[in-house]
Antibody, heavy 120, light 106 residues
Framework: EVHLVQSGAEVRKPGESLKISCQVSGYDFTSYWIGWVRQMPGKGLEWMGIIYPGDSDTRYSPSFQGRVTVSADKTTSTAYVHLSSLKASDSAIYYC?????????????WGQGTLVTVSS | SYVLTQPPSVSVAPGETATITCGGNNIGSESVHWYLQRPGQAPVLVIYYDSDRPSGIPERFSGSKSGNTATLTISRVEAGDEADYYCQVWHANDHVFGIGTRVTVL
């Protein structure tokens, strides 16, 4: 059974950075894309970036390029998203999600979400 | 950038049919995927590649596409279908989501 388990809630101050993890099980981590999606309070879904752990090929949303880094550790089947220079507007729930076979086109399994609060 | 347009809300009585539209420029050449998100929960894939249904998703959920509009149809609506519904495409190496449609079951 496929599982994506994310790290717990975080509180940061403006200007700080943050790394969220997503550990997967139940499938071959290296053979499927994993993406990250942000959801601000009361708002919709925003795609941030995606990585293919097999060869670390990454793609980023233009809206997040330069401020977000997506990475993957094949030894622990864990994906990460690193957010830098945090602002209050980065307060949101962040989801990791797995792509289907051979494609990053959509997300068939999702993590439980990680709540991030940025406040001085 | 590519934009997907959804109605903000749809209301439907139990047992009736809910229709959620998703418009986009030349969407006929895109593959459209749909998710539902219940309050406080992670999104769930309900339709992929326009009209395919993942295992475990009831047959009441169906997808179609015509012209510049993709449509998610929920037949025989139940109280548990109350959720936000998002359409999504993978366009030019960019995941694009619609703004979401809140389905309210009356």
């Amino acid at each position: 059974e496929v599982h994506l388990v994310q790290s717990g809630a975080e509180v940061r101050k403006p200007g700080e950075s943050l790394k969220i993890s997503c550990q997967v099980s139940g499938y071959d981590f290296t053979s499927y894309w994993i993406g990250w999606v942000r959801q601000m309070p009361g708002k919709g879904l925003e795609w941030m970036g995606i990585i293919y752990p097999g060869d670390s090929d990454t793609r980023y949303s233009p809206s997040f390029q330069g401020r977000v880094t997506v990475s993957a550790d094949k030894t622990t089947s864990t994906a990460y998203v690193h957010l830098s220079s945090l602002k209050a507007s980065d307060s949101a729930i962040y989801y990791c999600a797995k792509g289907p076979p051979m494609s990053p086109a959509y997300f068939d399994y999702w993590g439980q979400g990680t709540l991030v609060t940025v406040s001085s | 950038s590519y934009v997907l347009t959804q109605p903000p809300s749809v209301s439907v009585a139990p047992g009736e049919t809910a229709t959620i539209t998703c418009g986009g420029n030349n969407i006929g050449s895109e593959s459209v995927h749909w998710y539902l998100q219940r309050p406080g929960q992670a999104p769930v894939l309900v339709i992929y590649y326009d009209s395919d249904r993942p295992s475990g998703i009831p047959e009441r959920f169906s997808g179609s596409k015509s012209g510049n509009t993709a449509t998610l149809t929920i037949s025989r609506v139940e109280a548990g279908d109350e959720a936000d519904y998002y359409c999504q495409v993978w366009h030019a190496n960019d995941h694009v989501f619609g703004i979401g449609t809140r389905v309210t079951v009356l």
